[in-house]
């Protein structure tokens, strides 16, 4: 099994950097809500994991 890491990004306010294994993917909020937009918010990885 792969580890995971999340930690935030420095100087943004809601990005975060997902770390699963060898891969690297970025969560944020829409810019509407103070976010720079940079990745799916993280509802929407959940829903993508729940198949939904």
Do not use: C, N, W
């Amino acid at each position: 099994m792969a580890s995971i890491s999340v930690h935030s990004v420095a100087g943004e306010r809601f990005t975060q950097v997902v770390e699963a294994g060898k891969h690297q993917l970025f969560a944020d909020e829409p810019e509407a809500v103070g976010g720079s937009d940079r990745g799916p918010g993280p509802y929407e990885y959940l829903l993508a994991a729940l198949g939904g």
